[in-house]
C-alpha cells in the first residue's frame, strides 16, 4: 500500500533548512557615503514587508530633492517590486514608468532614467525595448552594465554571467551592495561542489564582504565543515559593527542544529527577536526556538513557539511541517496529539492543514478514525483534490474497512485518472482480498502511469497472495514501456473463503 499526499505535502517528516540565505530581505551592510546610495541598496534588497515605509523615506527626499534623477529611479524600482509582487495592480507599473521618465527628463545625461525604464519595460515583458532604452544611454556606468547582463539573463543569455558580475564588484567597489546580492544567489542556483566553494572563497578574499562570508558558512554546512562555519560566524559576531539580524539567526540555527549549544543558540534567537526583522523571518525564530522547547521536552512551551510561528508564516503549510517533525524526530508522539488539537482549534478551514494532521493522526498516532475526520475536512475545502480521496482510502485501509476504502480510491481516481497511486492501492486491496485478476489488471495500470511502482510493488507484503504468479513477476520485472500488450483478464477470481474483509454484491 502506498500513502501519497501532493509533492508539497507529501513525506513531510523531513528535516527542512531553516537557515536563511543572509541579507537577501533587509539591508546589506555598506559603506557608500550619502542617503541615496543607502536607499538604492534597500530598494533591491528590503524584504517586501517593508517597501511602503521604505517608498515613504524615498519619497521625503524627492521632497527635498525635486530635480534628483537618483531618488526618482530608485523610487521607480521599488514599485517594480510591488508591480511584481502584485502584477494585477496595474497602478504600480504606472507609477514606476512616470517616475522612470521623470527620472530621464531631470537629468538625461546620467544612467538612472535609462536604467529606470529598462526595468519597466523588463517587468512588462517587453525585453528588445529594454535592451534598445540601455543601449540608447549616453554614459556607460557599472548599473547600465549590471542592468545589461541581468537582462540577458532573463532573456536566456548567461554564457559569461557570473564572470561579468564578478568583475564588475571587482572594478566598481561601490556597486557591490547590489551586486553581490544577485551574484551570490546566482552561484548557488549555477554551481555546486568544489566549483562552488572555490567561487565563494574568491568572492570573500577579493571584496571582504560580510555577506559572501555569510554564503561561505551555509556552504561550510552543506559540507559538514562546522568549525569552519562556525569561525566564520565568531569572526562576524566579534566584528566591530554591529552585527546583521540575519547573522545571528543563523548562527543561532547552526548552534542548535549541529552543535547542540541551546542555550546559546535560544540567546542569539531571542534577541534576533528585538531586531526590525519581518514577521517571516520572526515565523522561522519562533520555530527554531520551538525545536530547542521540544529538546528540552518543554512541550508547552514548544506548542506556544509553533503556534506563533504559524501566525506570522506566510508559508504556514511548511511551518506545520517543521513544527510536526520535531515531536516526531525527537520522539514525542505522546504530546504530538496534544499539539495537532491546537493546532485545529487555532487555523480551521485550511485544507493543507487537515491533510497533514490526517497524516499525523494515521502515521505517526494511529488514530485512523480521527485521521479520516481530518481527511474528510480537507475534502470539503477542497473537493477536486484526488489526493485527499486517496488518503481516506488509505485510513479505512488500516481499519481494514476495504469497502470504504475502495469507495474513496474509485472517486480519486474518477477525479484525477491519471492517479497511480490509487489504482495502486486497489490492486492491494484486490490481492488482499482474493481478487487475482483485478489485483493485476490495476497494478499494470498504475505501473503504466507511474513505473517506479514495480519496485514499490516487488517489496510489498499486499500482493504476497500474487507474488508467485507468471503476470505478476512480468509486471514488477519488464521494462514498463513493454507492459502495454501485455494481456491480464479483468475477471474477479472467487473471494478467498480465509478473508472475511471484503465481499461483492
Given at each position: 500500500?502506498?500513502?501519497?499526499?501532493?509533492?508539497?505535502?507529501?513525506?513531510?517528516?523531513l528535516?527542512?533548512s531553516l537557515?536563511?540565505?543572509?541579507?537577501?530581505?533587509?539591508?546589506?551592510a555598506?559603506?557608500?557615503?550619502?542617503?541615496?546610495?543607502?536607499?538604492?541598496?534597500k530598494?533591491?534588497?528590503?524584504?517586501?514587508?517593508?517597501?511602503?515605509?521604505?517608498?515613504?523615506?524615498?519619497v521625503?527626499?524627492?521632497?527635498?530633492?525635486?530635480?534628483?534623477?537618483?531618488?526618482?529611479?530608485?523610487?521607480?524600482?521599488?514599485?517594480?517590486?510591488?508591480?511584481?509582487?502584485?502584477?494585477?495592480?496595474?497602478?504600480?507599473?504606472?507609477?514606476?514608468?512616470?517616475?522612470a521618465?521623470q527620472?530621464?527628463?531631470?537629468?538625461?545625461?546620467?544612467?538612472?532614467?535609462?536604467v529606470?525604464?529598462?526595468?519597466?519595460?523588463e517587468?512588462?515583458?517587453?525585453r528588445?525595448?529594454a535592451?534598445?532604452?540601455l543601449?540608447?544611454?549616453?554614459?556607460e556606468?557599472?548599473r547600465?552594465?549590471?542592468?545589461?547582463?541581468?537582462l540577458?539573463?532573463?532573456?536566456?543569455?548567461?554564457?559569461n554571467?557570473l564572470?561579468?558580475?564578478?568583475?564588475?564588484a571587482?572594478?566598481?567597489?561601490?556597486?557591490?551592495?547590489?551586486?553581490?546580492?544577485f551574484?551570490?544567489?546566482l552561484?548557488?542556483?549555477?554551481?555546486?561542489?568544489v566549483?562552488?566553494q572555490?567561487?565563494?572563497?574568491?568572492?570573500?578574499?577579493?571584496?571582504?564582504?560580510?555577506?559572501?562570508s555569510?554564503a561561505?558558512?551555509?556552504?561550510?554546512?552543506?559540507?559538514?565543515?562546522?568549525d569552519?562555519?562556525?569561525?566564520?560566524?565568531?569572526k562576524?559576531?566579534?566584528?566591530?559593527n554591529?552585527?546583521?539580524?540575519e547573522?545571528?539567526?543563523?548562527?543561532?540555527?547552526?548552534?542548535?542544529?549541529?552543535?547542540?549549544?541551546?542555550?546559546?543558540?535560544?540567546?542569539?534567537?531571542?534577541?534576533?527577536l528585538?531586531?526590525?526583522?519581518?514577521?517571516?523571518v520572526?515565523?522561522?525564530?519562533?520555530?527554531?526556538?520551538?525545536?530547542?522547547?521540544?529538546?528540552?521536552?518543554?512541550?508547552?512551551?514548544?506548542?506556544?513557539?509553533?503556534?506563533?510561528?504559524?501566525?506570522?508564516?506566510?508559508?504556514?503549510?511548511?511551518?506545520?511541517?517543521?513544527?510536526v517533525?520535531?515531536?516526531?524526530s525527537?520522539k514525542?508522539?505522546?504530546?504530538?496529539q496534544?499539539?495537532?488539537?491546537?493546532v485545529?482549534?487555532?487555523?480551521?478551514?485550511?485544507?493543507?492543514?487537515?491533510?497533514?494532521?490526517?497524516?499525523v493522526?494515521?502515521?505517526?498516532?494511529k488514530?485512523?478514525?480521527?485521521?479520516?475526520?481530518?481527511?474528510?475536512?480537507?475534502?470539503?475545502?477542497?473537493?477536486?483534490?484526488?489526493?485527499?480521496?486517496n488518503a481516506?482510502?488509505?485510513?479505512?485501509?488500516?481499519?481494514?474497512?476495504?469497502?470504504?476504502?475502495?469507495d474513496f480510491?474509485?472517486?480519486?481516481?474518477?477525479?484525477?485518472?491519471?492517479?497511480?497511486?490509487?489504482?495502486?492501492?486497489?490492486?492491494?486491496?484486490?490481492?488482499?482480498?482474493?481478487?487475482?485478476?483485478?489485483?493485476?489488471s490495476h497494478l499494470?495500470?498504475?505501473?503504466?502511469?507511474?513505473?517506479?511502482?514495480?519496485d514499490v510493488?516487488?517489496?510489498?507484503?499486499?500482493?504476497?497472495?500474487?507474488?508467485d504468479?507468471?503476470?505478476?513477476?512480468?509486471?514488477?520485472?519488464q521494462?514498463?514501456?513493454?507492459?502495454?500488450?501485455l494481456?491480464?483478464?479483468?475477471?474477479?477470481?472467487?473471494?478467498?473463503?480465509?478473508?472475511?474483509?471484503?465481499?461483492?454484491?
Amino acid at each position: 500500500m502506498v500513502a501519497k499526499l501532493p509533492k508539497k505535502l507529501c513525506r513531510f517528516f523531513l528535516s527542512l533548512s531553516l537557515l536563511l540565505f543572509p541579507a537577501f530581505y533587509s539591508a546589506v551592510a555598506f559603506s557608500l557615503p550619502d542617503k541615496l546610495s543607502e536607499l538604492e541598496i534597500k530598494a533591491w534588497t528590503e524584504h517586501d514587508e517593508f517597501l511602503s515605509e521604505l517608498e515613504n523615506e524615498v519619497v521625503r527626499v524627492i521632497q527635498l530633492q525635486p530635480s534628483s534623477a537618483y531618488a526618482h529611479y530608485i523610487l521607480s524600482h521599488i514599485f517594480i517590486r510591488k508591480f511584481s509582487l502584485q502584477p494585477l495592480q496595474e497602478e504600480f507599473a504606472k507609477k514606476a514608468l512616470e517616475l522612470a521618465q521623470q527620472a530621464l527628463e531631470l537629468d538625461p545625461q546620467t544612467e538612472f532614467g535609462y536604467v529606470a525604464l529598462s526595468h519597466v519595460f523588463e517587468a512588462l515583458g517587453l525585453r528588445d525595448n529594454a535592451k534598445e532604452i540601455l543601449n540608447s544611454a549616453p554614459t556607460e556606468s557599472w548599473r547600465l552594465k549590471f542592468s545589461k547582463i541581468s537582462l540577458a539573463l532573463s532573456m536566456g543569455k548567461e554564457s559569461n554571467t557570473l564572470s561579468e558580475l564578478e568583475t564588475l564588484a571587482n572594478v566598481y567597489p561601490e556597486s557591490r551592495g547590489l551586486i553581490l546580492p544577485f551574484l551570490l544567489g546566482l552561484m548557488a542556483d549555477s554551481l555546486e561542489g568544489v566549483s562552488l566553494q572555490d567561487a565563494l572563497i574568491r568572492i570573500e578574499e577579493t571584496t571582504h564582504s560580510s555577506l559572501a562570508s555569510q554564503a561561505l558558512a551555509l556552504r561550510f554546512i552543506e559540507t559538514q565543515e562546522y568549525d569552519k562555519t562556525e569561525a566564520i560566524y565568531v569572526k562576524l559576531l566579534t566584528a566591530p559593527n554591529n552585527p546583521e539580524p540575519e547573522l545571528r539567526i543563523n548562527y543561532g540555527i547552526f548552534l542548535s542544529r549541529f552543535k547542540e549549544q541551546d542555550e546559546k543558540a535560544e540567546t542569539l534567537l531571542r534577541q534576533a527577536l528585538q531586531d526590525r526583522v519581518p514577521d517571516v523571518v520572526k515565523s522561522i525564530i519562533h520555530s527554531q526556538l520551538g525545536v530547542i522547547a521540544v529538546k528540552r521536552n518543554q512541550v508547552d512551551l514548544a506548542s506556544r513557539e509553533f503556534i506563533q510561528a504559524l501566525h506570522l508564516s506566510s508559508d504556514k503549510t511548511n511551518t506545520l511541517k517543521v513544527a510536526v517533525n520535531a515531536f516526531v524526530s525527537l520522539k514525542k508522539i505522546d504530546r504530538l496529539q496534544e499539539f495537532c488539537d491546537v493546532v485545529n482549534s487555532e487555523f480551521p478551514g485550511n485544507a493543507a492543514f487537515y491533510a497533514i494532521l490526517g497524516q499525523v493522526y494515521s502515521e505517526e498516532l494511529k488514530l485512523h478514525t480521527r485521521a479520516i475526520d481530518s481527511y474528510k475536512k480537507a475534502i470539503v475545502l477542497e473537493p477536486r483534490n484526488s489526493a485527499y480521496y486517496n488518503a481516506v482510502g488509505l485510513s479505512f485501509y488500516h481499519l481494514e474497512d476495504f469497502l470504504n476504502a475502495l469507495d474513496f480510491f474509485d472517486q480519486a481516481i474518477q477525479l484525477d485518472p491519471t492517479d497511480a497511486v490509487a489504482l495502486y492501492n486497489k490492486a492491494c486491496i484486490y490481492s488482499l482480498s482474493g481478487f487475482q485478476q483485478l489485483a493485476l489488471s490495476h497494478l499494470k495500470k498504475a505501473i503504466l502511469i507511474d513505473p517506479s511502482l514495480q519496485d514499490v510493488a516487488r517489496h510489498d507484503r499486499d500482493f504476497e497472495k500474487i507474488a508467485d504468479l507468471p503476470l505478476f513477476k512480468k509486471l514488477t520485472t519488464q521494462n514498463a514501456g513493454l507492459l502495454e500488450n501485455l494481456p491480464v483478464d479483468h475477471a474477479p477470481s472467487p473471494v478467498h473463503k480465509e478473508d472475511k474483509r471484503m465481499t461483492f454484491q
